[in-house]
T-cell receptor, first 116, second 111 residues
Framework: GAGVSQSPSNKVTEKGKDVELRCDPISGHTALYWYRQSLGQGLEFLIYFQGNSAPDKSGLPSDRFSAERTGGSVSTLTIQRTQQEDSAVYLC??????????????FGPGTRLTVL | KQEVTQIPAALSVPEGENLVLNCSFTDSAIYNLQWFRQDPGKGLTSLLLIQSSQREQTSGRLNASLDKSSGRSTLYIAASQPGDSATYLCAVHSGNTPLVFGKGTRLSVIA
């Protein structure tokens, strides 16, 4: 596709359930990023991948959050035992790479997660 | 730790005015700075990216400047239109964390 796509666009779940969010980056982009945007807050960096590797997982809010990327393409962000404070818009972005001249990030439309 | 601040938080102007949005960052050791636009309920659209070695970038009615030593960037919008109404986000790339965002400036252009 032409841009970054994310699915689902909206997800409503009950507290305690697990959810999986998906991101399809722009074809050929080796770097992929996950961010979270809570109501009234700025964007919070969660994790990034270079290829299939995530060098820095320190941005993940808790051990209930995990992410993986396979085949250097699609990534999934999994939240286990969801809590109400997990409600937010989860945004995915991709870039050609990490180096200067390759690191302009392009964002997907986001997944709006609501935990009841 | 890099911190990004955007002023003002909200701005309302009549159509046709030229306007300036401000962004400041605490650590001048950046790789680049990116300006985004976000419409309500939508993702982010990249407007301009300025590398650390550059001083400005232009795209149509938009001009972004970067003064790395003073930790400042401005986004200039010429001849504003109602369609420019959105939240404008500034983000810096400092290496350890791919992008650190400001909280944005919410712009309303009144016809």
């Amino acid at each position: 596709g032409a841009g970054v796509s994310q699915s689902p666009s909206n997800k409503v779940t009950e507290k305690g359930k697990d959810v999986e969010l998906r991101c399809d980056p722009i074809s050929g982009h080796t770097a992929l990023y996950w961010y979270r945007q809570s109501l009234g807050q700025g964007l919070e960096f969660l994790i990034y991948f270079q290829g299939n590797s995530a060098p820095d997982k320190s941005g993940l809010p808790s051990d209930r959050f995990s992410a993986e990327r396979t085949g250097g393409s699609v990534s999934t962000l999994t939240i286990q035992r969801t809590q109400q404070e997990d409600s937010a818009v989860y945004l995915c972005a991709s870039s050609l790479g990490l180096g200067q001249g390759r690191n302009e990030q392009f964002f997907g439309p986001g997944t709006r997660l609501t935990v009841l | 730790k890099q911190e990004v601040t955007q002023i003002p938080a909200a701005l309302s102007v009549p159509e046709g005015e030229n306007l300036v949005l401000n962004c400041s960052f605490t650590d001048s050791a950046i790789y680049n700075l990116q300006w985004f636009r976000q419409d309500p309920g939508k993702g982010l659209t990249s407007l301009l990216l300025i590398q650390s070695s550059q001083r400005e970038q232009t795209s149509g009615r938009l001009n972004a400047s970067l003064d790395k030593s003073s930790g400042r960037s401005t986004l200039y919008i010429a001849a504003s239109q109602p369609g420019d109404s959105a939240t404008y986000l500034c983000a810096v790339h400092s290496g350890n964390t791919p992008l650190v965002f400001g909280k944005g400036t919410r712009l309303s252009v009144i016809a």
